[in-house]
Every structure is written in C-alpha cells, then in structure tokens.
C-alpha cells in the first residue's frame, strides 16, 4: 500500500487509535458475542478505506465497460456491499480461505487479484485472473476457491474446504458466503448439517441484501433472520454497511471456529445498489427512494469516511489523494481489460483434465477432429 | 448483421477461421451465429399476431391458465414476467394463486411440482436456465420419471412440464449457454422438446402442458427476441415426437434442433449454391420421443447424413441418432454418418465464436459426406 506524504500529516495533529461504538450485533445461541466498541489504528483506516473505495472505482469501471460492450453476458455489481469483504478480510489471518458466488469482484481483489486482473477477466483478456477463460463469475486467487455461477453450489464446497483445515489442522477458517436467495438452496442445509455435525472451522456467511434477484427477502424466505438458520448452529447478525462491525463480528466468528466451537452463521445487513447483474435495472421491484435513501445514510464508504475525518485519524486532503491515486489505477486497469490480448484460440482445449488423458486429445466438431489438451500449469491449491 | 456476413463468407471454412486478425474477431464474436428463418402459417389457422418467441411463449402459457383451471406457473421471478419476460402480465391477468414466486432453490421447483401434478394440478414450472436444472435432476430422473411405472401405473405426475432457456446465446459463458438435452433424453418416462421458433414453441408448449407424462420444454434463449413469427392467436397444439422436413433434398440429409435448424438451413443453401449438392433439413423438434420414421425415410432416399448440435460430442443425442441410423438405413447409406458439434470441452467463455458448430463447419461435413 502507498502511503501518503509524511508531510500532509504532520501538518494537523492526527490521533493515531480511536475507538468507535458499533451498532451491537444480533446473537443466536451464542455464549459469547464481539464486543461493540471497536478500536481502529490509522493506518487501519487508511488501508479500509482505500479497499473499499478501490472496489467501488473498480464495479464503476466494471459497469461502464458493460454499457459500452466490453464486457459481454454476465456481470454481478458489489457497489453498497463493500463493507462486507473488506470488514472480513480484515480480520482473517494468512492461510484463512474464502468462497462466494457470483457477486465475486470484490471478493478477488481482497483475495489478492489486482483490479486489472478483475476487470480483464471480465473483458475476457489474458491478463485476467484466470485468464479470460471465466469471465464474470469465476475469478480466483490463492485461498479464494471462487467465484461460483450456480446459486448456493458453493456452500457444501466451504464445508469440504473447512473439513481440509480442520483435517490438517492448519489452525484456518474457510468464509463462506452466499446471498438472501441462495439461503433457501437445500445444499445449504446439508452444508450446515455437516458442518455442525463434524465441529467444522466454517463461518457460513449471508450477505443480506434484502433481494434474491428481484424477489424481497419477506417474500421468498419463511425466516428472514438468516443468522438463526443454522437451528443449533450459534450465529450473529451484523450491520454490513459498517466495515468496523464486520471486522469484529468477523473475528469473533473466527475465534470460535479456531477454538474449535464452529461451525458460526453469520448473516450481515447490507444492500446493493446496481440491480442483480446488469440486465437488471433494479428499480421495478424496489423504489428509487429506497435506493436514494439507503446510499444518503448507510452508505459504507461515506459512513467510515466521516467517522475517520471525525475522529482526526486522517484529514480530508489524504482521502482526496487517495481518490486520486486509485482514480488511476481503476484508469490505467480498463485501458488494459480493454487493450489487453484475448487468450490464444488453442486454449478452448486446455485444462479440462489433469493430465494428457494418455492420448493428448480433445474430440471436438466432429469425430474426425481432435483439439489437443494441455495442462497449462500448476494448480494453485495444489502445492 | 449483413455486414458480418459478407466478412464471414471471406473466411476459409472450419478451423481455419481460427487464425482470424484480432480486430476483426472482436466484431464476429458478438455476432449471431445463425439466420433466423422464419416459418409461416396457412390462412386457414385464422388470425396471427406478430410474435417473438418469448411473446408466443407468453400466448402458449396465457392460453394454459385461461382453458385449464388447474393450471399454476411458478418459479424464479415468474411473478413479474421472468427474466426473459415469458411471464409477463400473466400474473396481473390470472392472479397471485395462479403465477407465483419461488425462492432460489431447483430442486424444490421440480419436486413441488410433481408433487403438484401427482395431486391433480397441472404444473407448469420454469428453470431459469437450463444449466441450473442440475440441482433438479434427481428429482426430475428419479421422482417425475418413474413414478407412473414404480406405482405400477397408479400414480403419474404427467400434468408436469418444465420449461428452462436453454443453448448459446452470444456471451453466455459457462453457465447461461449449455443444452443439456442428451442427459434428458436418457430418461425413459419423460418427454424432452425443443422448438425452433415462435409458432412452434407455442403449439409444442400447449402439446407439453396437456400431454399425460411430465414434460421438459427447452427454449433456445437466442431465439427468444431474435425469432419473430405471425404466429395463430388460437389455441393449437403440435404434435409430440413429430419431426418436420423444412427443406425436401435428395443427396444429404442435415438434422438439429433448437436454434441449429437455422445454421443447417443456412447450410443447405450453402451447399446448393457452392457444392450444388440438395441438402433435406430436418428438425427433430423432439428429442425424446424422436421420429424415426421421418429421420429413416430421408436417409434411406439421400443415404448421407449430417448431426449437428450445440453440446458436446460425446454422448451428445446426435451419437443415438447416428447409431440408429447406421443400423436402421445401413444398406442405403453412401457415407458414414456425420456429427458436427460443440466441443467435448466445457462451454467456453472468450471462445464461444470456435466452440460453436457452425455453417463452415457443417458445410464442411457436407463436402466430406459426398465425397467420401
């Protein structure tokens, strides 16, 4: 991370800690709970606010490249939930893994993808995390299995994943995430049934923003109080639009599932403001007013932006810096998700299986024409 | 688009179009693969109306709820038209009750409506796309399927039908563009149909919802807004297990389904113009039953054939059409039976426009096919 000019700071007496009261989190069955008063360094602040706002940058860009074309089919916007992958990354330690579904930008870069190699991805250029060959949903970087397209699917993979943690006994967690729709998916609670049953290092977490696709939460779910979903499972309900209370809450769920007490149901309040993907304009099954409103006083950026100015941790002129700084980078990233080369047409027949399947061909149009297959590389996850 | 044709025709067949500059590429690739050629109807079906495949769709489902009381359509954000606006207005026409919501969960769209069906409602569920039925198949092959014969003919949840978009669609990716007919069509006890355009889907529909087995309706998604039709604003049905001859030949015959129809129709053009050789099309319509007389016939009289369809090669339904071919038209044949189709790859991403059988491809078949 680049840190601004020494001189800019020292220029007003800027406190180095402060403490914040967070909105106290909803318990389910739990004996303990994250506390509410939340300590945050500076260089904290600086680096929260520059996630969140790079991601915010990087779905604007995303959403513009969409509309001109260069981005084709399928592309699911973070922007309003910020809060919830940086609140959680914050609080992971190394080794810790991480899978989602479909609303993944965010996601990727936290995990480590560099904005260009997002929005490559989504353009379908070889600079792409995975280099143009998933586009939209499936973007992934070291501990972050995905990125899935099939809603829910990911949940039993988490659980599998947090059962590797446990069997190697690595110390890890494994975060993972699906949506308000997704929670209705019965894999879910076959995911959670294991979970519980084998004390697995897993915190399932639903990022509530209120609309499966374009159906409200009141109206698809029996139970809308996601966190108490797991039934015997403890969980804890937190505001998503506070990346402070998500890094606790987080922590909180961690700490369990490390002191062997997993699995943890996680269930954060959020919102999106773009529609589910982008041939959703968003506005037929919900009001503009709601959107205008939750971005005017929930806002996770603006909200931890004044909180920091607030509090003397940073001054305004850093933040605009800051802005400015990630303005490029997000600049510099589309001109490469769009001039950047596509992968070259050999690869359509690679990496579908392990090996050389023993005769190095793929049968492709016609029984007469064979694609050769190659394994490109070495697995990430496979060390 | 007749630009993207004129720079196709200067493209060499087959894999060659590969090598194709970047810069040019990026304009093919968003292109439609296909041109669509729309049927008509006689006079005598009455009054049409102008219709894309999503609207006649709409007219199939609108007309399902208005003759069968019974009738109920659910499933992902039906109730305010669907993501491709199958629904549309059906649920300010016909009521909450009658068109409703699920929540996001496939397995449970299938299993409560054969429950449904089982209990005497016809139940008429959407998939949201085809590559989401997964979640649904064991519901759908081991509960929908069986139940007439495990009950020994006592129960039956016949009054199902599902529909889901199904096959590429231009930018789709890997999860939005698969056509997963040939694991349906391994399913005895259902029926597995594709339509070609608007007034066959409407009629196919209506055939599916009040055909006595479950039903599954795949709806090519490309077509929904590119195919438009005078469609008959009556009530009709097309016969199931019914494939239609659309273009009468005698050297080749070419068969699909689905939006492919169109690319052979293409091809059968092609290879007069080009090769002067006279292509029979065929479009299967069903997958599950298939014709077998009508695809038998042609071949017999052509003795060469031609499979083409968008999933893979392997175990694709075109490797059972070809194997009852060869056993039932062997003598008549002049060459072996050809399959042109997706790659035995996952549906790509970036490189959909070289994953897709195409008219290059399937004309280069044709070329193979009478000179062998």
């Given at each position: 991370m680049k840190l601004v000019s020494p001189l800019v700071t020292s220029a007003k007496n800027l406190s180095t800690e402060h403490t914040f009261e967070t909105k106290p989190s909803l318990m389910h069955r739990a004996e303990t709970e994250p506390s509410a008063t939340v300590s945050l360094t500076r260089d904290d602040a600086l680096k929260l606010y520059r996630r969140m706002q790079t991601i915010r940058r990087m779905e604007t860009a995303a959403g513009n490249l969409y509309k001109e074309k260069a981005i084709r089919g399928f592309c699911h916007l973070y922007s309003g939930q910020e809060a919830n992958c940086v609140g959680m990354k914050a609080a992971l330690i190394e080794g810790d893994s991480v899978i989602t579904a479909y609303r993944c930008h965010g996601w990727t870069y936290e995990m480590g993808a560099a904005p260009k190699e997002v929005l490559a991805e989504l353009t379908g250029k070889?600079?792409?995390?995975a280099r143009g060959k998933g586009g939209s949903m499936h973007m992934y970087a070291p501990n972050f299995y995905g990125g899935n397209g099939i809603v829910g699917a990911q949940c039993p993979m988490g659980a599998g994943i947090a059962l590797a943690h446990k069997y190697n006994k690595t110390g890890n967690v494994c975060l993972t995430l699906y949506g308000d729709g997704a929670a209705n998916q019965g894999q879910l609670f076959e995911a959670m049934n294991m979970a519980a049953l084998w004390d697995l290092p897993v915190i399932f977490i639903c990022e509530n923003n209120h609309y499966g696709m374009g159906t409200a939460v009141s109206r698809s779910s029996h139970n809308t109080d996601y966190y108490t979903r797991g039934d015997l499972i403890q969980g804890i309900k937190v505001d998503g639009m506070d990346v402070l209370a998500v890094r606790e809450a987080t922590r909180w769920a961690a700490e369990q599932c490390r002191n062997g007490n997993g699995p943890v149901v996680m269930e954060t309040e959020t919102y999106r403001y773009s529609g589910h993907s982008m041939s959703d304009p968003g506005t037929s099954y919900r009001t503009r007013a709601e959107i205008q409103e939750v971005r005017q006083n929930r806002d996770p950026i603006t909200s931890f932006r004044d909180k920091i100015l607030g509090a003397d941790l940073v001054t305004a002129d850093e933040l605009k810096e800051m802005d400015t700084e990630i303005r490029k980078e997000i600049d510099d990233a589309v001109h490469a998700a769009k001039t950047d080369p596509e992968i070259g047409m050999e690869h359509l027949s690679y990496d579908i299986y392990s090996d050389d399947l023993g005769h190095n061909m793929v049968r492709g149009v016609s029984p007469f024409v064979q694609l050769p297959h190659k394994v490109t590389g070495q697995a990430v996850n496979r060390k | 688009m007749s630009s993207i044709r004129s720079i196709a025709r200067h493209l060499k067949p087959g894999l060659r179009v590969l090598g194709f500059n970047k810069g040019v590429l990026g304009s093919v690739r968003n292109a439609a693969h296909f041109t669509y050629f729309p049927d008509t109807v006689s006079e005598a079906q009455g009054e049409t109306t102008r219709m894309n495949l999503f609207q006649s769709v709409n007219s199939a489902l609108d007309t399902a709820l208005a003759t069968d009381s019974t009738a109920v359509i659910f499933g992902e954000d039906v109730g305010f038209g669907g993501v491709f606006r199958c629904t549309i207005g059906l649920q300010d026409k016909h009521g909450k009750d009658r068109v409703f919501n699920t929540p996001l969960c496939e397995q449970g769209i299938a299993a409560f409506g054969i429950g449904l069906a089982a209990a005497g409602a016809t139940a008429i569920a959407e998939i949201q796309f085809a590559d989401y039925i997964f979640p649904a198949f064991d519901q759908i092959v081991n509960e929908a399927a069986k139940f007439r014969y495990r009950s020994g003919g006592l129960f039956n949840c016949g009054k199902l039908t599902i529909r889901a978009p199904c096959s590429a669609v231009g930018h789709g990716a890997l999860y939005h563009s698969q056509s997963p007919e040939a694991f349906f069509a391994h399913v005895p006890g259902i029926k597995v149909v594709i339509p070609r355009g608007p007034i066959k889907a409407k009629g196919l529909l209506l055939a599916c919802i009040r055909d006595p087995n479950p039903c599954i309706f795949f709806e090519p998604k490309v077509l929904y807004r590119s195919a438009v039709e005078e469609v008959p604003v009556s009530d009709y049905t097309e016969t199931i297990g019914k494939a239609d001859v659309l273009v009468e030949g005698d050297d080749v015959t070419l068969i699909g389904w689905g939006t492919q129809v169109h690319v052979l129709r293409e091809v059968a053009d092609l290879a007069a113009e080009r090769l002067n050789v006279s292509c029979e099309v065929i479009d299967l319509v069903s997958i599950l039953p298939w014709d077998r007389d009508t695809v038998f016939k042609s071949v017999c009289k052509t003795g060469r054939c031609l499979i083409s369809h968008e999933a893979p090669l392997t175990g694709g339904f075109g490797a059972e059409l070809a194997a009852s071919i060869q056993t039932d038209c062997f003598l008549n044949l002049e060459a072996p039976v050809q399959r042109v189709t997706g790659h035995d790859t996952p549906f790509p991403h970036v490189h959909e426009p070289f994953y897709m059988p195409t008219k290059w491809r399937c004309l280069e078949a044709v070329k193979k096919l009478v000179n062998y």
């Open positions: 070889v600079s792409g995390c | -």
